[in-house]
Nanobody
């Protein structure tokens, strides 16, 4: 079992920044692939970024490339999502996810956090 708790969401103006954190407990975090997904109202939950447990593989969806950065600190059992140059279309609930063999799809992840709301005003 892996428990995930997200934090760092909030309300920010367009062009601003936020850093999301996801604290993990339970199984060995350092061997879990991690990802951030987001779900806007009325839309499906889609991947934003993913990072392998080795950090050798990092993925970003096209719409956030150059603006968002995913990272992890295995000593702190935490994965981060630094979000810069935020846009109103980034408004969504952001979810942290974990699995031993992650990927880019919802079905690739067994463990999920409760989500944190990010709202970007224009």
């Amino acid at each position: 079992q892996v428990q995930l708790v997200e934090s760092g969401g909030g309300l920010v103006q367009a062009g601003g920044s936020l850093r999301l954190s996801c604290a993990a407990s339970g199984r060995t975090f350092s061997r879990e692939d991690m990802a951030w997904f987001r779900q806007a109202p009325g839309k499906e939950r889609d991947i934003v970024a993913a990072i392998s447990w080795t950090t050798l593989s990092i993925y970003y969806t096209d719409s956030v490339k150059g603006r968002f950065t995913i990272s992890r600190d295995n000593a702190k059992n935490t994965v981060y999502l630094q979000m810069n140059i935020l846009k109103p279309e980034d408004t969504a609930v952001y979810y942290c996810a974990a699995d031993t063999t992650g990927g880019h799809w919802l079905r690739d992840y067994k463990y999920w956090g409760q989500g944190t709301q990010v709202t970007v005003s224009s």
